[in-house]
């Protein structure tokens, strides 16, 4: 089932959006990602409804720490077997567990305790899935191309989103939470036929696998020291941290206690995340177009700063349409940032080390991050929307400055 599969040359060199290959894979992850979409809304519809609002919350954040403990670990399990089988593996995997929770739920009321090793058991799998999924693209096409997959993969995760909770709403109205499981489980289930006609590109033998006689530990330490060393990779990665850990508290929770403040309500939240949304899934589309842009770090760079203005901007928004308006402009920039960010870490690596980049930038974004939301909420309560805001914006617009001050990230580009 994991057998390696090549693609030749002129097959790979295609242009990515012509080519069957990668569109295999697209639709692979799109069915993927829409899966999730729905399973973490058939999850807080079940936590909910089999406990109180607190147990649901912890339920909900139960596959946070083994995804942030073992991502590193899983991005060397990812360079060591190949993302390929790893991100098959994973597929199957969370398809069973989400089938076998649906099975619990349908024919008994077992509680919250299944919800919960099902969350832990995503949140483990999660931990060698990302960073696999990171790694794939390097395989599937010609490195020229891996920008314009950015793009793509973008495209794929906007579509997910909008479409994925819907269908699980849909699947919890119609049959409850074990249909609502079962249609995430299928979807998930989707993707696996798919990657396995998914044609892989033959890389160099020293660029497919670890040196004979290193150990996990070795190729963790060596790609960190990879990072670290690297003019480009190493800055690129502190750009992404100050930018994540700027955007996602006022983004998330902190978007909720805006409208809050301001009374726009829920209707209110939902066109400003509209707005947001409109706005990357744009950037995305020009990426995927344009296949490349030229300058690539300073592009970066230059939109991370902007992008932060508009989060300051954000919280002084005078109603609804002029805050939708805004995260609009903060969906584009930060979209425009986010896939160049991750254009650059594609192309800036060396294949056999993407599994263990991958791993260190979703860390990044999925650990840290994070944490800056309950800080966002304390500090909105102690001093208001506007002050935080604008705050996150100077920590978001630091990243912008190390992108344009280093000058091996301000001058990386992307291959043509």
Do not use: K
Request: glycine letters at 16%.
């Amino acid at each position: 089932m994991t057998a390696t599969r090549t693609a030749p040359a002129e097959i790979a060199d295609r242009p990515a959006h012509r080519d069957g290959n990668v569109l295999r894979w697209l639709a692979a992850y799109t069915a993927s990602m829409t899966g999730d979409s729905v399973y973490y809304i058939a999850l807080s519809w079940a936590a909910v409804q089999a406990g109180s609002p607190s147990q649901a919350g912890v339920v909900m954040a139960v596959s946070a720490l083994p995804r942030a403990l073992l991502m590193l670990g899983g991005g060397v399990i990812a360079d060591r077997l190949g993302p390929r089988r790893v991100v098959i593996g994973s597929d199957v995997v969370r398809c069973a567990a989400v089938f076998a929770v649906a099975g619990l739920l349908y024919f008994t009321t077992p509680g919250l305790w299944p919800l919960a090793v099902l969350a832990l058991v995503f949140g483990t799998v999660d931990a060698v899935f990302m960073p696999a999924v990171g790694a794939l693209p390097a395989r599937v096409t010609s490195r020229g191309q891996l920008a314009r997959v950015q793009g793509m993969r973008g495209l794929a995760i906007r579509f997910a989103s909008v479409v994925g909770g819907p269908l699980g709403g849909l699947g919890v109205a119609v049959g409850g939470e074990a249909a609502a499981f079962g249609l995430a489980g299928l979807l998930i289930a989707v993707s696996v036929p798919l990657l396995m006609a998914v044609r892989m590109r033959e890389l160099p033998a020293d660029d497919t696998a670890p040196a004979r006689g290193d150990t996990a530990w070795r190729d963790l330490v060596g790609g960190l020291a990879y990072i670290r060393r690297h003019r480009v990779l190493a800055p690129l990665m502190l750009a992404i941290a100050l930018g994540d850990l700027g955007f996602v508290g006022p983004l998330n929770v902190g978007l909720a206690l805006l409208a809050d403040e301001r009374g726009w309500g829920a209707s209110g939240i939902g066109w400003v995340l509209a707005g947001f949304g409109v706005g990357a899934g744009a950037a995305s589309l020009l990426l995927t177009v344009r296949g490349r842009l030229p300058h690539a770090g300073q592009v970066a760079g230059y939109a991370i700063l902007a992008g932060s203005v508009a989060i300051g901007a954000l919280a002084y928004a005078p109603g609804v349409l002029a805050a939708a308006g805004v995260a609009l402009l903060v969906g584009l920039l930060a979209g425009l940032s986010g896939t160049m960010c991750g254009a650059l870490l594609q192309t800036q690596a060396d294949p056999r080390y993407l599994g263990r980049v991958t791993a260190v930038s979703g860390l990044v974004s999925l650990g840290l991050a994070p944490l800056s939301m309950p800080v966002s909420a304390a500090a909105i309560g102690a001093w208001g929307a506007g002050p935080v805001f604008v705050g996150s914006a100077v920590v978001c617009g630091l990243g912008g400055v190390i992108a344009l001050g280093v000058p091996g990230l301000r001058r990386a580009e992307l291959p043509q």
